[in-house]
């Protein structure tokens, strides 16, 4: 008897203990993240605005395309860093492994064995020829992208002459005319220089030597995503608008990992993961539930991220929505200041001198070194780190010192490399007298901005800046229409005005060609009229080459900006995200948020 | 009971609607179409990109043409499709939008007749008394006091003092982050955009009520010993009612426009939000269509309110 007591005792403490490791182990579960996956894989966060075309042919807004690049899939990728990995393609095709011929006018592109659209169609190679010459006649906001590709000038020739009555008879539309003509393969809306010799080969011939179109092609969510042509033409013009039904054609069907399962308008968008989804990594999330809200809504949206209903703030096109007040909010909080991420943008701001139209005219016209002494007064007047430390808090934005092409970019000259960011209101003042002694050419100017954000702000600082600094009283010209403003902007009307660019890739070509020069010239967004055969000349060779040897040549168009005094650099943007950390491979680079198939709940 | 000459009221009336919706419509089409900028202009959509969407969505027509082409859709019962949200039909879009606005509006006019008539009754009832001046002052006070005011103290009170007072004890959500919003979050914007017009219903009440007081059956009513209550209720209010029933008209309209600027103090996804976004995004379809809408709204609310005058008064005969 007393030998059993003490083992009963053992038994039952021994039991005790083991209940108690239990209950503490199913506390601390709750409580931590404990490693493993959560039971429920569905994303939610909140967008502040509705898309405006999912379709890659004419796609535009940053909100579009950080979606879109979860369903659509290009030939290529950027990864999480910005290099150039394989998508569709089952390599990135270089000089080195046969991909690029020796002239580097012929690329021969091999796809993946396996890849498919998420409606099950196996991807071939006459998908992406009929991607590419469908963005191409579509013209889109992106479609200079296919511009080197042997025989793009005459597709876009083909099909820009549509019906004169498609809108308003009932008749064929421009995008359905398109779709007829390429289901009819008519050999005027085939670019001569993409054909398919094989249903996995995919040969693109070029007009001229492109060292940037392998990393435009790859930009995603735009011209160079493959789309399915069965599923366009279900509904030409509004196929990538609704939502897909799986076994039933139509909708937005594409090839990434995620589609589209529900979308109420200006409400939100569910996405569901693709069963068995050919590429990797495979997704962990099985939905991801995006409610769209309107941007007054962004201070309840914290909240609402605090207390777990949203996993994270700052995806779809939203990094600069958090505000100060909200961002200072979060990172007080030592529970959330962790969880806190500023990530820069590819985005900088600057101001933009009336170079080149004669009929806007103002002092800051042309290259008399009149001219180009008061354009380089009002830029040493502005000091830019007083302006990222008063306007951004040095949380929204930073000083742009290093050129125009934001910094982590390729291009980016390194800090306080840009002349034209110093900060030097002697020197400024010298200047000014030197040039404008009587203070008749500064006289009545008008600084045009388009309101709202970070505009106002800025508009007011630079105003006290030159007021300050050179004692020139600059009057404020803000327009409530931002599309009013930017016509006026791209058609040179202004003296002096806010300008900026989003990089759309990371290659210089995107920053050069776009916004001055003679392509931008022939494209109707050189904003400042800068025009310059010597930039010219060094801008084509550059675009001609590989960008290892191009570099050198872009940093020279940089410094002729900068010898020139075409702009006042102001700021580069940053992002703002708040990503609670069980959200695991949530993030974002200079160019967009992180895929969703790297996202994963941890248990929390 | 409907006579003939109810029915050709009636259908006179529609007639008028459908004129005044026409010229209306158009008009708001001539004039969103002149306004400078559109909805696809933008750093990248420019040149060629943009006058291919410009063609492609009709704008490129003279406006008589695109018109034309509006109102055939909009007899069919299809508003067009957004260019904001390019390719979205605006018909169920503004539906859905209107449902959430007829919440609204709904909650706010039981807010107006409710307190307007409740107040009205215990004025007139207890006239010269504290309560009536209590009462007739509120009344002042409702209909001086514009309905965004109202809705700026009520989020500034609601929304901000007690917030901070009971540290999230007394909360009041704004903007709306749901569809049609909880009972919480409809209370404010109802009593904001309800409590003006209530002034005057309770000014209307009061002072039908005292006339109908003097009347001669009235009197009758008491000198019978009914009690009260069945006088006020059942005698008095009912006719008291009908030139109430006058100004319900307007006040429906009211509490329709109202909700325009009360749908955006509060973040409320209806009709008048979008209206007014729809403006800033050069959404030309969707302004000219919920337009089109207000205007139908105003027009059939107006002939509603006129049969009504035939239930309430059968001495009044169209």
Known sequence: MTSQKPQKLTLFSACTVGLLLLLLAACAGGASNGGGLASSQVLKFPTYQSPGSWDPGQSTAEVDSEIMQNVFDNLWRFDDNLKLVPDIAATVPTQANGGISSDGLTYTVHLKAGAKFNNGDPITSKDVVYSWNRAA???GPYASNLSAIAGYSDVQTAAGAPPSNSSGGGTVSFQQNIENRLAANDPKFQMSGVSAPDATTVQIKLAHACGWCLTAWTLEGTTGAIVDEKTVQTDPVNWWSKPVTPGQEGGMVGAGAFYLASF?????????????????PKPSLT?????????SAIAADVSAWEQGSFDLLGYGGNSGTLTYPLIQGIKGNSRFASQFLTQPKGRTTWVSFNVGYPTTGGPFLGESATAKGLRLAFALAVDKNGLASTVCHNVLCSAATGGVITKGLIGYLGDGTDPLAKYDPAQAKSLLQQYDPTGRLTANLKYSYNAGGLNDPVAAYLQNEWQTNLGIHV??????????????RLAGKYVISRDGWQFDYNHPQDWFDNLWGYVATAGGSNTSGFDDPTYDSILKRADAQPLDQAVDLYKQLSQLLQQDAVYIPLYYSDGNFAIHSYVKGAGSNTAFDHYWNEISIQSH | MVTRGTLIYIGQRLVLIAFTVLVVSFGVFAVVHSLPGNAFVSDRVHGRALQILLHEYGLDQPIPVQYWSFLRGAVHGDLGVSLYVRGLPITPLVLRELSVSALLGGSALIVT?????TFGVLAAVRQNSWVDYLLTSIAVVGYSVPSFVIASLGILIFGQWLNNITNGAVFY???WTGNYGTLTELSLPAIALGFYSSGQITRMTRAAMLDVFQQDYIRT??????????VVLRHALRNALVPVTSILG???IGVVTGSVVIENIFGIPGLGKEFVESIFQHDYNVTVGVFTIYAVLIGVANLAVDLVYTVIDPRIRY
């Open chain 1, 137 to 139: 006649a579509l013209q």
């Open chain 1, 264 to 280: 109420t308008a200006k409400q939100s968008m569910v996405f569901k993961r693709v069963p068995d989804w050919w590429g990797s």
């Open chain 1, 287 to 295: 939905e991801v539930d995006i409610a769209i809200h309107d941007p």
């Open chain 1, 475 to 488: 009057s404020l010209n803000p327009s409530s229409d931002a599309s009013q403003f930017i016509n006026n």
């Open chain 2, 113 to 117: 007749i409710g307190l307007g008539v």
């Open chain 2, 173 to 175: 959500p704004e903007p």
């Open chain 2, 221 to 230: 009513a008491r000198a019978k010993g009914l009690q009260n209550r069945i």
């Open chain 2, 250 to 252: 307007p006040t429906i």
